[in-house]
């Protein structure tokens, strides 16, 4: 696992010990960022969900991004995102918290330009993690603002929202990447 682009590319990064996480592979990651290159630079805050070692986060803050929040509840994921900081040098544009991610999307008052999740698979949280965000469509900052969602393509299921759009979907191998916006009428 490695930085793909950016002020920190090629620089390894350290995986979570164990197998509790699933880290987002090399090339995914790669496709992941060809998409939101274009839009990376005008990202002011991004959050990182289910951050385990901190990779998105990290790779956005590498080709761009100006800051990140990175959640996890893992002892073990909170110290390897802070190593992994270390190792790129962008410890001073990134917040590690251990939260949990709905008690954090409950409460905040913060605006996202971007929202990435890749929560632990087969329980459904992507699915209560969409329906709290388009509950709370001012967590994300506007027209421009995404929010991706990393699953398993065995869990896909319908969602309908007014307040969230699915805009694109991408499919690599066992990961299925999901991309919303906010519904027409929700703009700001």
Do not use: C
């Not at 590319?9 to 880290?23: E, I, S």
């Not at 544009?93 to 996202?112: G, I, P, W």
Request: net charge positive.
């Amino acid at each position: 696992m490695r930085v793909v682009g950016g002020s920190a590319k090629g620089t390894k990064l350290l995986a979570v010990p164990g197998d509790t996480t699933r880290p987002i592979l090399d090339r995914v990651k790669t496709s992941l960022f060809d998409i939101l290159r274009p839009e990376i630079e005008n990202v002011e805050l991004l959050l990182d969900l289910f951050a385990g070692s901190g990779s998105v986060a990290i790779e956005a803050l590498s080709q761009g991004a100006k800051r990140a929040i990175m959640l996890d509840m893992a002892p073990k994921a909170i110290s390897t995102m802070r190593e992994n900081l270390k190792k790129t040098h962008l410890e001073g544009q990134a917040e590690v918290r251990k939260t949990d991610a709905f008690s954090y999307l409950k409460n905040t008052q913060k605006r996202f330009d971007l929202i990435y999740v890749a929560p632990p698979q087969y329980q459904g949280l992507w699915l209560e993690i969409l329906q709290l965000i388009a509950e709370r469509p001012s967590l994300l900052s506007g027209s421009h603002a995404k929010l991706i969602i990393q699953i398993d393509p065995k869990e896909r299921e319908p969602f309908t929202s007014k307040q969230l759009v699915l805009d694109q979907e991408r499919k690599y191998g066992n990961t299925l990447l999901l991309f919303y916006v906010l519904g027409a009428t929700i703009h700001t």
